[in-house]
């Protein structure tokens, strides 16, 4: 397993952007397919994002599609997700997750190592 760290999380307008970040431990960080979900309170967890190892493989929710993007940079054991024009409907905690594995994958369950969150606030 590897321990994730995310940070960039805010505040934000409506129509605004944020970029989040999530920096891994350890070693082989190109061996692991990185997801990003969020979720509000009493809500089930919800995919964002995929990106696979090497970066050949991503996916998105039809909710963020050409708003969101998912990008690694395998040198620095991170991986990123570049929000822009932001809805409210995007507030949530935003969480990463890596898998060991070759392709993306966007099920929650498949995960298996999680990072604490970070909180997004959109505000209309």
């Known amino acids: 397993q590897v321990q994730l760290v995310e940070s960039g999380g805010g505040l934000v307008q409506a129509g605004g952007s944020l970029r989040l970040s999530c920096a891994a431990s350890?070693?082989?960080?190109?061996?692991?397919?990185m997801g990003w979900f969020r979720q509000n309170p009493g809500k089930e967890r919800e995919f964002v994002a995929a990106i696979s190892g090497s970066g050949r493989y991503i996916y998105y929710a039809d909710s963020v599609k050409g708003r969101f993007t998912i990008s690694r940079d395998n040198a620095k054991n991170t991986v990123y997700l570049q929000m822009n024009s932001l809805k409210p409907e995007d507030t949530a905690v935003y969480s990463c997750a890596a898998k060991r594995g070759i392709l993306g994958y966007t099920a929650a369950g498949e995960y298996d190592s999680w990072g604490q969150g970070t909180q997004v606030a959109v505000s209309s």
């Open positions: 350890g070693r082989a960080f190109s061996n692991y397919a």
